[in-house]
T-cell receptor, first 114, second 117 residues
Framework: GDSVTQMEGPVTLSEEAFLTINCTYT??????LFWYVQYPGEGLQLLLK?????DKGSNKGFEATYRKETTSFHLEKGSVQVSDSAVYFC?????????????FGGGTRLMVKP | GAVVSQHPSWVICKSGTSVKIECRSL??????MFWYRQFPKQSLMLMAT?????????EQGVEKDKFLINHASLTLSTLTVTSAHPEDSSFYIC?????????????FGPGTRLTVL
């Protein structure tokens, strides 16, 4: 079945540091890929998405490129801020489910220190 | 953007009682809603998929008689935790998908924290 693997956290960075959170997936065909962010005490918010190979999703300075050849969708940001501290979830929506369900990775907690 | 609300945002109940959680899509109609459960410091686990006007589809290992799901309209789905026990304490999150032909993104509610004493 479909699965998503992302690096375990927590990831602790200083403000303005470069961020990479790795995400790889297993799925048949061409899934859509997503990054969601969960701030403390809140629900998930869509951060960015990509629906086909080589697409780059971007939002709020975050980027991720859909790499079919490496089955990856790594999240990057050039300069993190304290306000980026949150848990980040990589997810995919496979092609073979009528219900459009999402499969999530385990989440990566990011802590940014001033 | 699309907004999904949940009510209540938190609830504390005694063991053996039932708790109902509502999930509403505020500015769009959702043919499909999903219910997730999130344990502390863990990812979301899909519990069930709910389609308007039909029975919910439960994931393996989820007790359908314990977690009752009703999707009576295109803007409302409810999850009732029956005879709750302390092990049911968790963060429950719903999401909603817009009608076909519109965005294919799921929009998530803010979650409901359930604590069973």
């Amino acid at each position: 079945g479909d699965s998503v693997t992302q690096m375990e956290g927590p990831v602790t960075l200083s403000e303005e540091a470069f961020l990479t959170i790795n995400c790889t997936y297993t799925a048949t065909g061409y899934p859509s890929l997503f990054w969601y962010v969960q701030y403390p005490g809140e629900g998930l918010q869509l951060l960015l998405k990509a629906t086909k190979a080589d697409d780059k999703g971007s939002n709020k300075g975050f980027e991720a490129t859909y790499r079919k050849e490496t089955t990856s969708f790594h999240l990057e940001k050039g300069s993190v801020q304290v306000s980026d501290s949150a848990v980040y979830f990589c997810a995919l929506r496979g092609m073979n489910n009528a219900g459009n369900m999402l499969t999530f990775g385990g989440g990566t907690r990011l802590m940014v220190k001033p | 953007g699309a907004v999904v609300s949940q009510h209540p945002s938190w609830v504390i109940c005694k063991s053996g009682t039932s708790v109902k959680i509502e999930c509403r899509s505020l500015d769009f109609q959702a043919t499909t809603m999903f219910w997730y459960r999130q344990f502390p410091k863990q990812s979301l686990m899909l519990m069930a998929t709910s389609n308007e006007g039909s029975k919910a589809t439960y994931e393996q290992g989820v007790e359908k008689d314990k977690f009752l799901i009703n999707h009576a309209s295109l803007t409302l789905s409810t999850l009732t935790v029956t005879s709750a026990h302390p092990e049911d304490s968790s963060f429950y999150i719903c999401s909603a998908r817009a009608l076909a032909g519109s965005t294919d993104t799921q929009y998530f509610g803010p979650g409901t924290r359930l604590t069973v004493l």
